[in-house]
């Protein structure tokens, strides 16, 4: 086999041809000791990744910032009511008692109590704390608790009112009615202000909602429950001779993981025949429905990632609304006009006629598909929640509706809002806030060294 024919000799450069010279290196980057800049740009895969990362980050660190802004807008003005002494002279002026807010919240449809809470958290709180007002919560793991709680104040307040404040010596009182024993005793004076409801999310409503009907309307003493009817079982004949042992803690009942749910005193159906008891108030504490999305499921990622990107939106919506309570601003719920759909409706219920049955009812579509089914006879949870509230409409009798309130700020306190300009040191990030530190501390080093010089020159 004959060997290969050898490579060509490399051409040999010409005596003509001049080499190019070296491209200057930029003299400020020279004297700062970095490297000189690439002489192209980044390969087409590279640009798309980092064009695409880039602009993601800059939109949460965008929205965050933003979101932070908002918050600290509404902070700023509530803020002078901390500052607002408490009514009173001397030394009761310290006792007295301040107003007091209560935060209804629950879990929402097929999640936990830690989203609420930490919705809460994130966008209500800030604003509260700033106004100095004191609040307690309501809070509920399972469908029907914020009801019972809700209904049974109501009972306690019409029993408290029937017997003129007179405790029941026979029965354990409770810590809140030793506090308020012992401010009477000291001639401490309730708050006699608006005091206002929070409530979040659209679920929550629904059972603040139906409590306030079952304890206005609803009688002050459980209506008797029916007993089970007796299935008669014929004793069997196989297995007479076997011994049967006996089970291990037969006697003892099984311990109940939660507290049994207070059972309704009433039904929506038993509103119209209800009569409202003559010492019920002409105007309720006014009321503040909060909104809290929450969507689940992988086919709704458009949604969620839509949401998480413009979350300062949600951010100035909730702290309008919560501004609203903690400057105490308030309307009557309006009735709504009639719509010809409203004729189309086969069920009645369903008619929208106030506007609280109207508060926060987009949420419902973004509730997940188990909550409209009825529930499985071996779930034990849907066997611990006495009555169904989420999957029913809103049913208002006209003596409740005509005596809540809502909490709306007024246009004067939006405008005033507006104006408020919020320092960028409130809303910026940990890196800018430590590089402004890094500046104001070498400036002022600076400062301090000139200052020793010109000293010394003098």
């Given at each position: 086999?004959?060997?290969?024919?050898?490579?060509?000799?490399?051409?040999?450069?010409?005596?003509?041809?001049?080499?190019?010279?070296?491209?200057?290196?930029?003299?400020?980057?020279?004297?700062?000791?970095?490297?000189?800049?690439?002489s192209k740009l980044p390969s087409r895969n590279w640009m798309i990744f980092w064009t695409i990362s880039t602009s993601i980050t800059a939109a949460i660190i965008y929205d965050r910032r933003e979101k932070d802004r908002a918050i600290a807008k509404w902070k700023h003005a509530v803020e002078h009511l901390a500052k607002e002494p408490v009514p009173g002279n001397g030394v009761m002026a310290s006792l007295a008692e301040p107003?007091?807010?209560?935060?209804?919240?629950?879990?929402?449809?097929?999640?936990?109590?830690?989203?609420?809470?930490?919705h809460y958290t994130e966008y209500v709180k800030p604003i509260l704390?700033?106004?100095?007002?004191?609040?307690?919560?309501?809070?509920?793991?399972?469908?029907?608790?914020?009801?019972?709680?809700?209904a049974e104040r109501v009972r306690k307040a019409r029993r408290a009112q029937?017997?003129?404040?007179?405790?029941?010596?026979?029965?354990?009182?409770?810590?809140?009615?030793?506090?308020?024993?012992?401010?009477?005793?000291?001639?401490?004076?309730?708050?006699?202000g608006v005091r206002g409801d929070v409530v979040i999310g659209r679920h929550t409503w629904k059972e603040y909602i139906?409590?306030?009907?079952?304890?206005?309307l609803g009688p002050l003493v459980a209506p008797p429950v029916p007993k089970p009817p007796v299935v008669e079982t014929t004793p069997s004949t196989e297995g007479e001779g076997e011994e049967k042992k006996p089970a291990e803690n037969a006697d003892e009942p099984p311990k109940p993981k939660r507290p049994p749910q207070i059972p309704p005193y009433n039904s929506t159906n038993d509103y119209p025949a209800e009569s409202l008891p003559l010492l019920a108030p002409a105007h309720f504490q006014p009321s503040a429905p909060i909104r809290e999305p929450?969507?689940?499921?992988?086919?709704?990622?458009?949604?969620?990632?839509?949401?998480f990107f413009n979350r300062r939106k949600l951010a100035e919506e909730i702290g309008r609304e919560v501004a609203a309570v903690c400057l105490a601003t308030y309307r009557d719920y309006r009735e709504l006009p009639h719509t010809p759909s409203d004729e189309t409706l086969s069920d009645p219920e369903n008619t929208h006629k106030y506007e609280q049955q109207k508060e926060l009812e987009w949420e419902e579509k973004d509730w997940i598909k188990k909550i409209w089914k009825d529930p499985k006879p071996e779930d034990e949870e849907a066997k611990e929640v006495?009555?169904?509230?989420?999957?029913?409409?809103?049913?208002?009798?006209?003596?409740?509706?005509?005596?809540?309130?809502?909490?709306?700020?007024?246009?004067?306190?939006?405008?005033?809002?507006?104006?408020?300009?919020?320092?960028?040191?409130?809303?910026?990030?940990?890196?800018?806030?430590?590089?402004?530190?890094?500046?104001?501390?070498s400036a002022a080093k600076l400062a301090k060294e000139e200052k020793k010089a010109w000293d010394i020159d003098e």
């Open positions: 086999m004959a060997d290969p024919a050898p490579p060509p000799p490399p051409a040999q450069p010409s005596a003509s041809a001049v080499p190019k010279a070296p491209k200057p290196r930029n003299p400020a980057l020279r004297m700062l000791g970095l490297p000189a800049l690439p107003r007091k807010l209560t935060i209804f919240l629950s879990s929402p449809p097929g999640d936990g109590l830690r989203y609420s809470q930490d704390a700033a106004s100095g007002l004191d609040w307690e919560f309501v809070q509920g793991r399972r469908e029907g608790d914020v009801r019972a709680v809700v029937e017997s003129n404040n007179e405790t029941d010596s026979t029965a354990q009182p409770t810590r809140d009615e030793l506090i308020q024993a012992h401010r009477r005793s000291r001639g401490i004076d309730e708050y006699q139906r409590g306030l009907h079952e304890g206005w929450h969507i689940l499921g992988f086919l709704n990622t458009p949604t969620r990632l839509y949401r006495t009555e169904r509230i989420w999957t029913k409409p809103v049913v208002m009798d006209p003596r409740i509706a005509s005596r809540m309130r809502k909490f709306e700020i007024s246009p004067e306190e939006v405008e005033r809002a507006n104006k408020i300009v919020v320092p960028e040191e409130e809303v910026e990030g940990w890196t800018k806030g430590k590089l402004r530190q890094l500046y104001r501390w």
